[in-house]
């Protein structure tokens, strides 16, 4: 396995600069109290693991990290968790969210979160509105949904650039 110094320098200063993170002792609260672990580790083919995501990232495994299975940084639900039980106070959440950018910078990310991004950016939404489900709502006397302004919604995410990030369908 290749130690890519660079990505190793990049994680350690993104958090907080370098001195805190050194502090990982890998005690393994972090995967202990984690949800989506307990719930990956007997119903997926792969552990959601953040000890073993934060030790590849110290030792500069950025191969491993983004070769992985995509529930290896994409796992992170941001429940902060793993940020209050750790003894060192390291804020987990903070790398797991640098490695999902990284991931998404380098054009590597999952195709369900393209997929997830690409309905946002046309719904305005992460859920298209279904016309059974407004039917529902009306036979329950519920108040219509407000519908998001997409061109407005739209306009936002091209300023960001955002929609330069979004893959096409076949890309």
């Not at 110094?5 to 990982?24: A, L, N, W």
């Not at 959440?93 to 999952?110: A, D, W």
């Amino acid at each position: 396995m290749v130690m890519d110094f660079e990505f190793r320098k990049q994680v350690m200063d993104y958090h907080q600069g370098s001195d805190v993170i050194k502090y990982c002792y890998q005690c393994s609260r972090c995967t202990d109290n984690c949800p989506v672990s307990y719930v990956t580790d007997d119903l997926y083919q792969y552990e959601y693991n953040p000890r073993a995501n934060i030790l590849a990232a110290l030792l500069g495994h950025k191969e491993s990290i983004f070769s992985a299975d995509p529930i290896a940084i994409w796992g992170c639900t941001v429940c902060d968790t793993c940020d209050e039980v750790c003894p060192q106070n390291i804020e987990l959440t903070e790398i797991f969210t640098f490695l999902k950018n990284q991931s998404i910078e380098n054009g590597e990310g999952p195709d369900f979160i393209y997929q997830q991004a690409r309905a946002i950016f046309d719904y305005g939404k992460a859920i298209p509105s279904q016309s059974g489900v407004e039917r529902r709502r009306e036979s329950m006397g519920l108040p219509e949904i407000m519908k998001p302004d997409v061109d407005e919604f739209q306009s936002m995410l091209k300023n960001m650039g955002i929609d330069g990030k979004l893959k096409e369908e076949g890309d």
